[in-house]
C-alpha cells in the first residue's frame, strides 16, 4: 500500500513535469509575446527600446531552454513570479486571493449536485417509468441542453430583475450564493443522476440482489447495503474528476455573477499571454484533477473489497 | 407418500415482450404453463429440460421472486401466491434457493459472515460473538472453515462459493431448499463433493428439494420423482428410477440419449431430437415436440397431448406413451 502511494506520486510529479513542460513548449511557440497582446489590447505602439527593457526584466531575453529551467527552479518552490498582466501582485498572491471564492462556488456547486443529483437518480432507479422518474429525466434533459451562462442570465432576469429577490452578483453572503450554485450545477447534476440511475439499475439486475430477495429482507436494506453500495464504485468514477473540475472554478458562471474568483484567471492569462499565470493554472489544474484521480483510486479500494493496492511489477 | 409440502396448482408466468417495431405489437411467452407440482417433506423432486424450457422461471415463480400470472402455490397447506411482501416473510424462512452462479449470487462487498448473518440479524439481535458460532458451525457443516468468516466471496474456488451459497440459504433452517442448476457452473470432480454434501445435508436436516438440472443422470442420482419439462410445460413425470430406465414420452427418451456413456462398446445410436426447441414465442400446434420426434405422427400436428396416467404414479403427455 504505501509503496502503491509512492509509486503513483512520483507518477503523479512526472505528469506535472510533462504538462509543465508541452504547455511553456507551446506557449512559447505562438507567435508574438506578452507585451504585443497589450499593445493590440491598448491598440499603441511599444517601442523597440522598451520592449527590449521588458523583455530583459522578465526574463524573456534568455533562450527558452534556459527559461523552463529558471522556471522550474522557481516552481518547485511554488514561485511563479509576477503576473505579466497584473505586473503589482505575483501569481501566488493571485491565487491567495481569488482562489478562495472559487473553492468555495465548487463546494456549494457539489454539495448541491450531489444532493439533488444522486437523489434523483435513486429514486428514478427505485421507481423506474414512474412520474419521479420521468421527472429525473426531464431534469437531466434541461440540464443537458441549457448552458450555464444562458441559465444564468435567465435566473439573473427573473430573480433580480423581474422579482427582485436575490442581488444579481456579487458574493456577500447565501443569498448571493443561490444563482451562481444553481448555474454551476446544472452539468454536475446531469452526470450524477444519470450515472446514479444506470448503475443502480445495474445493480438492482445483479445475482446478489436476487438472493438478498430470496432471503427475505427488506425493500429498503436491499436498496442500501446491497444495490447502493455497488452501485457506489461507478459513481466514484466521475465524482472524483467533477469534484476537481469544480473547484477549479467556472470562467461563465464567475464573469456573470461577478464573482472574483481563480475561474476568470485561468481563460484570461491565455489572451494575455501571462505566462507565469498560464504555467500556474495549468500545473495547479493538472495537480487537482491528477489528485482527483488517485483519491478515487484510492477510495475504491476503500469501496470494493475486491480491489486491492498494489505496485505493479 | 410424505405430506406434500409444496404443491403448485395450474402454475402459470407470462412475459409480456413488446416487439422492436413502432407498432410496439405485445407478444406473450408463456415461460411456464400450467404446472402442477408436488414435493413432498423431506423428499427430492427433480425437474430436468433443456435451456429454456422454463426450469428457472419456475423455481423464480415458487419463490415469489417472479410474480406468477396464474395458478397456485401452496407451501405447507397454505396458497402463498398474492401474500405480500410482509406476509411472505416468514413463509421465505422455510423456502431457501441456490443459484446457479455461485459468484453472481453472493454480494461482493459483503463478508461471508454478513452474508449469512443477514437474514437473521433484526435489530437488537444477540451481540456479535453470540451470531458467529452458530455460523462457524454451518461453515464447517458445509466444508469450510470458520477462519473463512472475514473473507469475501471472491476470495474462494467455485466450489467453495456454492458451498458459502448453500450455508446461507441453510442459515434460516428451511424446509425446502430449490436447487437451480446448483453444480453446472462447476467442474465435473467439484459436482460430485456439492451432489453428496446436498444429500448429506438433506438427512440431516430433513430438507426437501427441488432439484433443478439440465443433466437427467445427475437429477436421477439426486431425486425420488422427475419432472421433465419441455417448452413450458411438464411433459412427463414419476418415480426416477422408472423414468430412467423406461422413459414413456420421446423427449425424456432424448435426454436420455444424451448423457454420456463411458463405456464405447455399451454406446447404441437411436432415434434422437434434432433441431432446436421452438422459442415458446412461437408454440406450433399440436404436441409441441413433434417438429424434433422422430415418432411424430399426423395425429400429433392435429391435437395437443394432454398429461395423462400411463403407469402407477406415472404421467405423459405423448399420444403414444
Known amino acids: 500500500m504505501a509503496r502503491y502511494l509512492l509509486s503513483r506520486i512520483v507518477g503523479l510529479l512526472g ?174 447534476i446531469l452526470v450524477l443522476q444519470r450515472y446514479t440511475r444506470s448503475s443502480m439499475r445495474d445493480a438492482m439486475r445483479a445475482g446478489y440482489v436476487r438472493t438478498a430477495r430470496a432471503k427475505g429482507l427488506s425493500r429498503g436494506r436491499i436498496m442500501f447495503v446491497h444495490v447502493f453500495k455497488n452501485a457506489l464504485t461507478p459513481l466514484l468514477t466521475v465524482g472524483g474528476p467533477l469534484a476537481a473540475g469544480l473547484v477549479v472554478g467556472s470562467f461563465f458562471v464567475e464573469s456573470i455573477f ?56 | 407418500m410424505p405430506d406434500a409440502l409444496l404443491r403448485t396448482v395450474e402454475l402459470t408466468k407470462s412475459f409480456t415482450a413488446r416487439r422492436a417495431s413502432l407498432a410496439g405489437k405485445k407478444v406473450k411467452n408463456l415461460a411456464v404453463d400450467r404446472v402442477s407440482l408436488t414435493v413432498g417433506e423431506g423428499e427430492t423432486l427433480g425437474l430436468v429440460g433443456e435451456s429454456g424450457c422454463g426450469k428457472s422461471t419456475l423455481a423464480l415463480t415458487i419463490m415469489r421472486l417472479h410474480e406468477p400470472t396464474a395458478g397456485r402455490i401452496i407451501f405447507a397447506g397454505r ?35 454478513q452474508i449469512i448473518c443477514e437474514p437473521l440479524d433484526s435489530p437488537g439481535a444477540g451481540a456479535r460473538p453470540v451470531r458467529r458460532a452458530p455460523v462457524a458451525r454451518l461453515l464447517e457443516r458445509v466444508g469450510l472453515a470458520a477462519s473463512d468468516m472475514g473473507r469475501y466471496p471472491n476470495e474462494f474456488s467455485g466450489g467453495q462459493q456454492q458451498r458459502i451459497g448453500i450455508a446461507r440459504a441453510l442459515a434460516l433452517r428451511p424446509r425446502l431448499l430449490i436447487c ?7 467442474d465435473v470432480s467439484v459436482q460430485a463433493q456439492i451432489l453428496n454434501l446436498l444429500r448429506d445435508l438433506q438427512d440431516e436436516f430433513g430438507l426437501a428439494y427441488l432439484f433443478i438440472s439440465h443433466n437427467i443422470a ?86 395437443e397431448p394432454r398429461l395423462r396416467p400411463v403407469a402407477e404414479g406415472r404421467v405423459a403427455a405423448c399420444h403414444f406413451a
Open chain 2, 180 to 186: 437451480d442448476e446448483p453444480v453446472s457452473a462447476l
Open chain 1, 15 to 188: 505528469v506535472l513535469l510533462v504538462v509543465s513542460f508541452i504547455t511553456f513548449g507551446l506557449m512559447h511557440a505562438v507567435p508574438g509575446g506578452p507585451f504585443d497582446s497589450r499593445a493590440l489590447e491598448r491598440q499603441q505602439m511599444i517601442p523597440e527600446q522598451i520592449k527590449r527593457q521588458l523583455n530583459l526584466k522578465y526574463g524573456l531575453d534568455e533562450p527558452v531552454w534556459r527559461q523552463y529551467l529558471l522556471f522550474m527552479r522557481n516552481a518547485v518552490r511554488l514561485d511563479f513570479g509576477y503576473s505579466l498582466a497584473f505586473p503589482s501582485r505575483t501569481v501566488v498572491q493571485i491565487f491567495k486571493e481569488q482562489w478562495p471564492y472559487s473553492v468555495q462556488l465548487g463546494l456549494l456547486t457539489l454539495a448541491f449536485s450531489v444532493v439533488v443529483g444522486i437523489g434523483l437518480g435513486i429514486a428514478s432507479a427505485v421507481r423506474p417509468d414512474s412520474w419521479v422518474d420521468h421527472f429525473g429525466t426531464g431534469v437531466s434533459v434541461f440540464c443537458l441542453v441549457m448552458p450555464s451562462f444562458v441559465f444564468a442570465i435567465l435566473l439573473q432576469f427573473f430573480f433580480s430583475a423581474q422579482l427582485g429577490w436575490l442581488p444579481t452578483g456579487g458574493w456577500d453572503g447565501p443569498r448571493h450564493w443561490i444563482m451562481p450554485v444553481l448555474a454551476n450545477s446544472l452539468a454536475p
Open chain 1, 258 to 313: 461577478r464573482i472574483p474568483g481563480i475561474g476568470f484567471y485561468f481563460v484570461s492569462a491565455i489572451g494575455q499571454r501571462d505566462y507565469p499565470m498560464i504555467m500556474a493554472t495549468t500545473v495547479v489544474w493538472t495537480a487537482i484533477i491528477s489528485g482527483a484521480y488517485l483519491a478515487t483510486d484510492l477510495l475504491y479500494a476503500l469501496a470494493d473489497p475486491r480491489v486491492t493496492l498494489v505496485k505493479e511489477k
Open chain 2, 79 to 113: 396458497d402463498i401466491n398474492g401474500l405480500g411482501e410482509a406476509a411472505l416473510k416468514p413463509v421465505r424462512r422455510q423456502m431457501q434457493m441456490v443459484f446457479q452462479d455461485p459468484l453472481a449470487s453472493l454480494d461482493p462487498r459483503l463478508t461471508v459472515e
Open chain 2, 218 to 303: 445427475v437429477t436421477a442420482h439426486m431425486s425420488r420423482r422427475i419432472g421433465v419439462m419441455y417448452l413450458g410445460r411438464v411433459v412427463e413425470e414419476g418415480p426416477a428410477r422408472e423414468i430412467i430406465t423406461a422413459p414413456r414420452h420421446p423427449y425424456t427418451r432424448a435426454l436420455l440419449a444424451a448423457v454420456p456413456e463411458p463405456d464405447p462398446s455399451r454406446r447404441e445410436v437411436g432415434p434422437v431430437a434434432e433441431g432446436d426447441a421452438a422459442g415458446v414465442a412461437g408454440r406450433p400446434t399440436g404436441c409441441a415436440f413433434r417438429a424434433r420426434c422422430p415418432a411424430a405422427a399426423e395425429r400429433c400436428a392435429a391435437e
